[in-house]
């Protein structure tokens, strides 16, 4: 057992040791941390700014959004094809950094509805389109140098990511109870941007520590989109769009649910929140163990049904005290779909990276706009707490169909 034990240990250090060593996987994992430092930092903010201090309405705040989602899903595609043609990944990420740190700027600086809007809708989708080519970069990186260890690198650099969304809206708490202005919050995502701009730019490790094994795919655009459009595919990133939709929902519904209907406090939305984002960094680094023994399809299904079991038990829950042991199961499953998804996206298209990556931005956008609908409907028909069955039962749908794609094997789908 102690043997056991120190092996497991050894292995979840070795991608950590790996990573330390690379200047490259350094510099990745660093901008994927300040990425998630920037969004992070205004996410929560965004529609009290937009409405509250620059004036706003609903439906023109509503009217943003959507158009920031559809402008960034469409950029991703085209840069996720364009990368891969031209092999200009490190390119086209300082370029994408500039445009969202001069977003945030114009933002903080002007404080105009203006300004606001044409950050939102241009700037920051634009900027943050190649945000999928980041975990490509990853993906890239992790293969030619952790070898048997790529799948728990990979999961390092994800953990990374949430790691900002764990820090960084509590200092926001802080500050602003504490008098901060509220525009703030655009310094410290302007700050992030712009030092990944300089990571990419001018930080980049020269000679054999800066290559990787980064081929033009040689496609041109129409053979490249169309190869993105195959059925086999489309199906996959449904049922992908599916099981973290049912996540998305469930964003939008935690915090009227502990409020109105288990009986919890304002504080408690940002308790339990906290509690569950904080635990999905070790589960996320456990994933890279899972996958030695497991599918991705198979680790991804697993994910999904703790993760509607989740919604299911906390839709009928009456109390704070109950609802705090539900965030162990919500803090696995999430852990599970929020990190595995995505390199098995990227896996389809293995020998286009780029392309691979914008899987995850059309996944994203399908699974927020059903998770849109299904908060319209269900609250419309049904309580928050039905809404939340309903998100439940949109993951158990999305696990049948990935199986019923790919079952319990390992992927391998890049023909389908």
């Not at 250090?13 to 992070?40: H, M």
């Not at 780029?354 to 995850?360: R, T, V």
């Amino acid at each position: 057992m102690i043997v056991s034990a120190q092996g497991e240990h050894e292995a979840l250090l070795a991608p950590i040791k790996i990573i330390l060593r690379d200047p490259l996987l350094r510099l990745i994992v660093a901008a994927l941390f300040l990425t998630s430092v920037a969004v992070s930092s205004v996410m929560p903010y965004a529609s009290l700014v937009a409405v509250e201090l620059l004036g706003l309405t609903d439906a023109a705040y509503s009217a943003v959004l959507a158009a920031s989602s559809a402008i960034m899903v469409v950029a991703s595609v085209v840069v996720g094809i364009v990368t891969d043609q031209q092999a200009n990944r490190r390119q086209m990420l300082a370029v994408s950094f500039a445009f969202a740190a001069a977003g945030y700027s114009l933002v903080f600086l002007t404080g105009s509805p203006v300004t606001f809007v044409i950050a939102h809708t241009a700037l920051l989708p634009l900027g943050f389109s190649v945000f999928s080519q980041l975990f490509a970069l990853a993906r890239l990186a992790g293969r030619k140098r952790g070898g048997a260890h790529a799948d728990q690198i990979f999961a390092v650099a994800r953990a990374a990511f949430s790691l900002g969304f764990v820090i960084t809206p509590p200092l926001w708490s802080v500050a602003l109870a504490s008098g901060t202005a509220l525009l703030g919050v655009y310094v410290s995502a302007a700050a992030s941007a712009l030092v990944c701009f300089l990571l990419f730019a001018i930080a980049w490790p020269q000679g054999e520590a800066g290559q990787l094994a980064d081929p033009k795919s040689g496609l041109r655009f129409a053979a490249a989109f169309r190869e993105l459009a195959r059925p086999g595919l489309l199906v996959r990133m449904l049922a992908v769009g599916l099981i973290t939709g049912s996540n998305q929902l469930y964003m939008a519904l935690f915090g009227l649910l502990i409020v109105t209907d288990i009986g919890g406090g304002t504080p408690d939305v940002g308790r339990f929140h906290g509690a569950i984002a904080l635990l999905e960094i070790p589960f996320m680094l456990a994933c890279g163990l899972a996958l030695k023994r497991m599918s991705k399809p198979a680790l991804i299904a697993a994910g999904g049904v703790v993760y509607a079991g989740f919604l299911f038990l906390f839709a009928s829950v009456s109390s704070m005290a109950v609802a705090y042991l539900l965030v162990v199961p919500a803090a696995i499953g999430a852990a599970i779909i929020l990190s595995v998804t995505i390199s098995y996206l990227q896996d389809l298209l293995a020998d286009r990276p780029g392309a691979g990556g914008s899987l995850m931005a059309v996944s994203n956008f399908f699974g927020h706009m059903v998770a849109a609908l299904t908060f319209a409907a269900g609250t419309a028909v049904t309580s928050y707490a039905g809404t939340a069955v309903a998100g439940g039962m949109l993951a158990l749908v999305g696990v049948a169909v990935l199986l019923a794609m790919d079952g319990l094997r390992r992927t391998e789908p890049a023909d389908a």
